[in-house]
T-cell receptor, first 110, second 116 residues
Framework: GESVGLHLPTLSVQEGDNSIINCAYS??????FIWYKQESGKGPQFIID?????DKRQGQRVTVLLNKTVKHLSLQIAATQPGDSAVYFC?????????FGRGTSLIVHP | EPEVTQTPSHQVTQMGQEVILRCVPI?????FYWYRQILGQKVEFLVS????????KSEIFDDQFSVERPDGSNFTLKIRSTKLEDSAMYFC??????????????FGEGSRLTVL
């Protein structure tokens, strides 16, 4: 089975709202996670990563939260824009063979 | 910014034909991967390649598939006799190292393969 997976297949938000995309993992030894974004017709692109010695990491308009107790991480996008519309994947970055779940499709309505 | 490039962007082929998809990974990267994504489905691992040999492969990567690094820059995926179910987007990816906390994969734009 998958070592990382996402909760919701689709998330619809209004432009300007904040978006939260969730991901659960099963391997308690996992210590490094990466979020990828895949726009339609393109390859996945790195967004942000987090190591297990951190609970939170912030980038530009994005924040990743890691809860090791419940093996859960989330990606928060502030002031969501139409250009954020894409499929978002979390991956175990420490794995030699990064594997992806089905992803959450973020749809941003103007 | 360095990037992974793939050619062709789209290839249409007849069932049973051989197809070669090409990739130029980022120049200082050492680990290379092929993934595929059937329309509407998740990105699936096919094969990883390091030090001029396959290091891991998935169940999908059967005898019809092969990879090669014919020179210092190209990394190719060959499908010997294509089947309808090989129709997918094929992504090449590279990675600087497999060390801990260096897990970022850089993906190409993909090659769409359509088998008729």
């Amino acid at each position: 089975g998958e070592s990382v997976g996402l909760h919701l297949p689709t998330l619809s938000v209004q432009e300007g709202d904040n978006s939260i995309i969730n991901c659960a993992y099963s391997n308690s030894a996992s210590d490094y996670f990466i979020w990828y974004k895949q726009e339609s017709g393109k390859g996945p692109q790195f967004i942000i990563d987090i190591r297990s010695n951190m609970d939170k990491r912030q980038g530009q308009r994005v924040t990743v939260l890691l809860n090791k107790t419940v093996k859960h991480l989330s990606l928060q996008i502030a002031a969501t824009q139409p250009g954020d519309s894409a499929v978002y994947f979390c991956a175990d970055g420490g794995s030699y063979i990064p594997t992806f779940g089905r992803g959450t499709s973020l749809i941003v309505h103007p | 910014e360095p990037e992974v490039t793939q050619t062709p962007s789209h290839q249409v082929t007849q069932m049973g034909q051989e197809v070669i998809l090409r990739c130029v990974p980022i120049s200082n990267h050492l680990y290379f991967y092929w993934y595929r994504q059937i329309l509407g489905q998740k990105v699936e691992f096919l094969v990883s390649f390091y030090n001029n040999e396959i290091s891991e492969k998935s169940e999908i990567f059967d005898d019809q598939f092969s990879v090669e690094r014919p020179d210092g820059s190209n990394f190719t995926l060959k499908i010997r006799s294509t089947k309808l179910e090989d129709s997918a987007m094929y992504f090449c990816a590279s990675r600087e190292s497999s060390g801990r906390f260096t897990g970022e994969l850089f993906f190409g734009e993909g090659s769409r393969l359509t088998v008729l």
